[in-house]
Structure formats: structure tokens, C-alpha cells
């Protein structure tokens, strides 16, 4: 093993560091407008809710239309804190969700500590007891939250103001995600357990639910600020280049360190075949979860910056028919591909989104939803692996595995591999 | 390796407390059981509404009914969630309104033959117009069935299932065009006249302007033609499965395609067949849906779609009188959740129900078990 970088980092590295500098250029001296920097700033949502998705479907073979759902969890938690900060100068929204994020976490680690050791127990009866637990945890939260409320705002308020607007939106966006990993937790623990398309339809059923949710926030759980179907406005608008490119970065950094372990092996391999995953001791339940639960803790955050780039948010952004769009960027960009998927995004909001809206006349606007179908369907018929299939840039390919000095000949050595390994490791 | 001299598991505390599968049951009882509850207080307040809420759900169920055996069938044959269903039988719902509002088909026994009641010339141009958006859904639907999914008979089914979401747009979006149908909602011109009877001391005719007399059960003609025209179908459909050789070949492809092949019989013409059929089904479902909402617009089949797909499911997917009564059920939950829990939830109650059949009963009510998964 050699220490530091290896040139592939090296060049990934740069690269980033490289690619914002240039953005940061072009957005502060101005030469890309207003318009082209919301774009920008979508389309690096888009690629981090995408990312988390071609994880759940494109890796590890669980077709979800869930992910909007979660997307406007996050999105709708994560600007309820910042809102209740800028608009009501408290941390209740803050303090609660953290508390009650904190608890029913803890709640859920320890009792799925114990109750991995049981046997015979139904993935219901499971469902059942977490969500004891974990509504209890909630509770205990959020008393637990209501005197530190008063104690952490008077702490934020002796922050330069330009400081403690940033520390609240971070721990928002981050917030949102964490709420959105702990709900696919807990939606995912019956669900998982489904076929790959009836999963696929209960999803969907999660986005339109979570979408009647958000409609009814103000009549049916008193979040007044909310406003229910009318749309929230007065977020602070505090996403820039800066925060979309950070959490964007790290989305993949750690997405490509999670598919490079063995536990990413694994996942993988509960795509490939789920009976062989089993055969070979993996535990197909728990990395469908974990899958399941990372993928949409990258929602959850995409959710929460996208509240804060535009300020607003309606329900109507978060219909069922939206939950299609990052599965057409995954199918487009690789199911299985990383910098597909980041292509791909940005590809869908600049051309789709920006580029067709300025370049086709007024009413042919209504034309994008019958070519992008269509774009589809030849896809599927055509390159069903999507436009860059597996391809990924050297830094977010998978090493390959170091050749041990014994095997000569690198085509026995694959041929004879099973014979090897059992020789080798079995025991 | 000899297991003797492995440390013995030590007992998990409280393991004779959570094993077993009885807190989901638990979980399942109380659920039930604050439904009930809730039934029965509301039936104890005001009898004549739950059954005018069931009425209403029956009309419902009726309609999903038409589109849920089109999902069974095609979904019992390839195993395929035709996503796109769900917009054939909004292309149903188009089709018979230009018939209707724009060439006047529903008129033309009586422009032909002078001198025909006016009953009877509606009567018959109805069906004439039903049979139209019928043949229509059909020929489309073989159509997209040739051109999308059989290239992807043998590719993952998941892509089959992703090119059917590509189609489901494609039709809504091309449907949206202006010189297609319309971006907005339009209002659906009814064949006939509406006519609504109370029940009260036996059945009387509501006159024009009366208002319903309290404590009493309304009903109109649109839920008597609803309810014969798609028992009919039913009717018709389940001869031409159970009677027919097509029919016969139908239940042989979904049984075991290898071995219908084997035997003689050309499968793919005989999915092209349950595809066209399917279609039929969801086209005159189209047209009574919209007669009886009067309203329609180019993304109305994508709920009633979904709704109709889990009504299969809960009859068990690929059973024909699970996907009935399944649809029947669903219209009565759809409704009743819309009148006594809150009417903007009874989208989610419908998928609420999804998932616990799929937890507690994946085969639905009177699905077979899962021979093997395909």
C-alpha cells in the first residue's frame, strides 16, 4: 500500500478544485446570469438526488420512484429550520427536529443492535416494534428540546450574523437529510422486503402520499408556516455555488468510498443475484437497507438546498410525476455510472431546462414532454445501459484487485478463481 | 469443524418476548380495528349517508373494475406493470368525446331513421360510440405493445417497466398538445340526459330543481348504465377466456409460455390479443368515467391507472374475479376514506392498502401462490 494520493485522485482532485474555481469566476464576475446560475445550481441538486438513486437502483438493483418523496422531506424540513431562524429569530424548528432526529437514531441503532439477534421475527412485526420505539424517541425529543431552545438561540445570536445564517443552514441541509435517511428507515423495513416492481409501485405510493402530506401541512398538523397547498415562501435563499459543489463533493467522494469497500462489493453483488448474494453469506435484507437508507439521506440533503435556491416551495414541485425525472437521468446516464449520472443531470437541467426553453419558439415548449418520452423509449430499445453504461472517470472506478505474485497467468487465474478461493480462504 | 467445541449461543434476553410474527399482527389488528371502529360510529350517526357513500363507491369500484382487469391480464401474461394502461383509458375518455360533442355519433340512428324513438336512437348511438373508443384503445394499444415492449420481451423487467413509463408520458404529453386534445380540463358533453331517483318510501324520479328530501338514498342513471354496461363486459369477457380457443390460448401463455409455445400456440399473437383486449376494457371505462365526472383532461388516467393496478393486486394480480372484486373494494375505501377520514387523503389511503396487502397477503385475495419468481 502506498501512502497519499495516487494520480488518479490527484487528477480528481484538481479537477474540482479546477471546475470551481472557474464557476465561482464566471458567477461572481457575472458573465453567466441570474438564470444560468439557478440552472447550475439545480442541476448540481439533480446530480446529487440522482446519485442517491442510481445507488438504490443503478448499484444495487432496487427500482424506487421513492425518491422525490424523500427529496421533499428533506426539502420541507430543512426550510422549516432556516425559516423559524430568519423569520421567527428562534431554534425550535432547529432544536426539535435535531433532538428528535438524535433520539429516534439512537433508538433505532440500539434496538436494531438487538433485534439482529432475534429469530423469526417478520419484517412487520419488526416495523411494529421500531415504530414504538421510535415514537417514543420523537416525544422524548422534542421535551427534551423545548428549554434548550431558548439557551442555543441566545448562543447563535452571539455569532456575526453572516456566521450563525450559515451554521443554522448547514445543520438544516444536513438535518433534512438525516430525517429523510431515518423515514426511508423506516418505510424501507416492510417495503424491502417486496419484489422488485411491486417495490417500485409502493414507492411511488410513498411520493404521492408524502406529496397529500405536504398539501394538508397547515390544516392537518398545524405547521401554519408551512401553508400547506399554497406554498411556502420567506426561505432564506442561502444555497450558492459554494454549498451545491461542497455537498455534491462529498455525495460522491463518499458514494464512490462506499462502493469500493466490501460492503460495496456487497451491495453490488445483491444486484447481480440476489440468491447468489445469500449463498455467498451476505445479508441481502440489511444491504438493501443501508443502500435504501444512504440513498435517500442524498435526497434528503439535495432536498434541503434546493429549498434554499429559489426561497419557495410549492407541493406541486414535489408530484409523483417528478419522481420520474431523476430515473430518467440515471437511465440515461448509466445505471451503475457515477459520472454518467452527474453528466447527465447537468445535461437535463442546462439543455432541457435551459438551453430548449430559450432556443424553441413559445408554444413548442409543450413539445419537450413528447421528445423526452420518446428519447427514452429509443434508450431502452437501443442502449438499455444508458448513454456512458458503466463508464466512470479513473478516480471513481473500481481498483482492480492487487494480483497476488502466485498467479502467472492472469486468464487460468480468472477461469480458476472459484477453485482458488476455496483453497485459499475456506475453512 | 466441530461444532461441540463452538461457544454455545447464549440466550437473548427477552427472546420470548419479540419473536414470532406477533407484534405485526398486533399492528395489523389495531389498524383494523380503529377502522372499524370508525365505520361503525359513523354508519351508528348517520346510516343513509354510509349508504349513500357506498352507492357512490360502487360506481367507482365499477369503473376501476374495467381498467383492473386490463392490468391483471396483461401483468398475468408478461408480468409487466403497463403503466400506459392508465392512458388508454384516458384516450378512451377523449375518444368518445369527440365522437360525442364534436361529430355527434351518439345522434345518428335517429338522423338516419327518421321517425326512431328518441330513446332508442341514444341507446344505440351510445353503444355505437362506446364500441368506437373500444376499437380505438384496442388498435392502439396492439400498436404500442408491437413498437415498445416486444423488442424487451426478454430484456430485464425492469426496463420493460421503464419504457412503459416512457409511453404513459408519451401519451399524456402528445395528448396535451393543442391539436392533439387540449392542455386543459374540458367538460365532458353526456350522451344522455341525467336522471337521479330518491329512495324514500320506494323509488320516485327527482324532478328538475327538487331538492333530495332529507333521510332519503339518491341514484342516477349514470350508475345504473355504469353498473350494467360493466357487468356485461364482465360477462363477455369471462366467455370469450373461459369459452373461446384465443381465450383458451390466453390462460395457456399464463400458465407457462415455454410449454403454450411448445404446444402450438403463437404467443405473441395472443399477447397482442390480451393487450387489445385490456385496452377495450380500459376504453369503455374511459368513457363511463367521464360520464360519470363529467370532466376530463389528458392526465386523468394516471390515478384511476394506479388505483386500478392495486385493485388487481388485491385481488390477487392475474385473477379476473380478484380484479373485480379487488376494484370494488378499492371504490368502497376510496370513498368511504374520502367521507370519513379526509377527502384530500384518499389518494394515500388507496396505497395504504397496496402496502398492507402486499405485507400481510402478497398474493392478493384469490391469487394463487407464487409458483417461482420470474
Redesign the interface.
Known sequence: MRLGFNRSTAVFMLGCAVVFAVFQFLFSAGILNDFWYTLVRIGAVMAIVSIGLNLIYGFNGQFSLGQWGFYAIGAYAAADITYRWTQLHNTSGLMVLLLAVLFSGLAILLLGKYLNQVRGLDAMSAFAIYLLFVVLAILLGASVARPLIAPTTALLNALPEAVSGQVVFFLAVSLGGLIAAEVSFMFGLPILTLGSDYFGIATLGFTIIIKVLLDNTDTMFGLTEMKGARGMVGIPKETNWFWVFFFLFVVVVVTRNILHSSTGRAIVSVREDETAAKAMGIDVAQMKTLTFVVGSLFAGLAGGLYAHTNGFLHPQNFNFIRSFDPMIIIVFGGLGSITGTVIASFAWALVLEGVLRIVLPEGFETWRFVVYPLLLLVMMLLRPKGLLGTYEIPFLRAALPKRRKRETNSTSGVAQAPVGTSTGEGG | ?NTASMPARRP?TG?WL???????????GLVLAVIVWKLTVSVLAGPTIFVQQLINGLQLGFVYALIALGYTMVYGIVRL?NFAHGDVFMVGAFISYYAIAQFRLHEWPGRLFTGMAPAASIAIGTVTVMVLSMVVCAVMAVVIERT?YK??RD?????A???A??????L???G???FVFS?SFITYVRPFPVRTWYILDGIHLLEAGQTRPDGSITFSNILVIIIVVSLLLLLLLTVFVRRTKTGKAMRAVAFDKPTARLMGIDVSRTISVTFAVGAALAGAGGMLYAIAFSSIVF?MG?IPG?KA??AA?LGGIGSLPGAFLGALIMGQAETLAGAYV?S??R??I???L??LV???R?RGLFGEPERE?A
Do not use: C, N
Open positions: 469443524m437473548l427472546q419479540v419473536r414470532g410474527r406477533w407484534p405485526g399482527r398486533l399492528f395489523l406493470i415498445a423488442p424487451l430484456a430485464p423487467r425492469i426496463s417497466l421503464i419504457t413509463i416512457g409511453v404513459s408520458f408519451f399524456e404529453y402528445f396535451a398538445l393543442d392542455p392526465w394516471i394506479l393496478f392495486i393486486v379526509s384530500p387523503m389518494d394515500a388507496a396505497f395504504t397496496l402496502i402486499l405485507l400481510y402478497p419468481k
